[in-house]
């Protein structure tokens, strides 16, 4: 069984900083693509960041340059650091592993509690 358990989140103003962690217990390897996922009130969930087994990574476009995700796979631990954040980051992120090395891979695992992020001043 995995579980993964987001933290980190919290309240911090426009252009500000925070680094999410995902702690991931279970059957979760090296050789799982790992992911972070956000859903705004009103809005899809929608993928923001992943990184495959090969540490290649991807970004949305509204992202790109300002979130950086990142994992220590001693720690079966993955990581996002959200930087220049935006009150549209605002959002509960979650953390998910997929079933194989790529994020094209389907989703493994059930979803986590999520961690809030709100951007305000």
Known sequence: QVQLVESGGGLVQPGGSLR??????????????????????????????????????KYVDSVKGRFTISRDNAKNTAYLQMNSLKPE???????????GRSWFSPKFGPWGQGTQVTVSS
């Open 20 to 57: 999410l962690s995902c702690a991931a217990s279970g059957s979760i390897f090296s050789s799982n693509a790992m992911g972070w996922y956000r859903q705004a009130p009103g809005k899809q969930r929608e993928l923001v960041a992943a990184i495959n087994s090969g540490g290649v990574t």
């Open 89 to 99: 980051d605002t959002a509960v992120y979650y953390c998910t592993a997929f079933a």
